[in-house]
């Protein structure tokens, strides 16, 4: 997908991305650009994109986990995904490691592991090169509100929470037991 704007003397910033709208995804552009944020889909206007919506950035609410980047505008949430298979394709992964990892076949659980992995690499790589970092940037710059968490993170909050429901599990056994 080509750029809606070309790119001139201003300084701006724009993320490629697919909006988890009802319905399926819907390849978008996030556009930030003199004080102004906008969500352009494809459709019938001169450059081939229509607004979705075109705001001044303090009006937008913007949070980003991970390979998206959810835009609130007048209490309406507009999640925009680097690449709308990676959640998917995550679910699915997991999911077939605990089979495995349930069923004793280690090898297998050890492949779906390194393939979520790579997922994961996938993912924070589509984010970075669709332009994600440098919108949250200009969007930072132009004085919106920007929350971000990103990989190391969530990969830290899943450990964390792995530990402890080991520990949970190995009291509660032990308490059983006694």
Do not use: K
Request: hydrophobic share 50%; proline share 7%.
């Amino acid at each position: 997908m080509s750029s809606p704007y070309a790119y001139g003397g201003q300084a701006r910033a724009a993320f490629q991305g697919y909006w988890a709208a009802p319905g399926g995804s819907v390849p978008v552009w996030l556009l930030v650009e003199d004080g102004r944020l906008a969500l352009l889909a494809p459709g019938q206007g001169p450059s081939g994109y229509v607004d979705v919506f075109r705001v001044p950035v303090h009006q937008a609410r913007v949070s980003s986990a991970a390979q998206r980047i959810t835009v609130t505008v007048g209490g309406t949430c507009y999640p925009v995904l680097a690449r709308p298979i990676g959640p998917v394709l995550g679910a699915a992964l997991g999911a077939a490691g605990s089979v495995a990892g349930l069923a004793g076949a280690e090898v297998a659980h050890g492949r779906a592991t390194v393939a979520r992995a790579g997922n994961l690499a996938a993912d924070a790589s589509a984010f970075s090169r669709q332009g994600g970092p440098a919108l949250l940037a200009a969007l930072r710059q132009s004085g919106a509100p920007v929350r971000r968490i990103g990989y190391g993170p969530l990969l830290a909050i899943g450990f964390v929470v792995g530990l402890l429901v080991v520990l949970v599990v190995t009291v509660v056994t032990v308490a059983a037991i006694s």
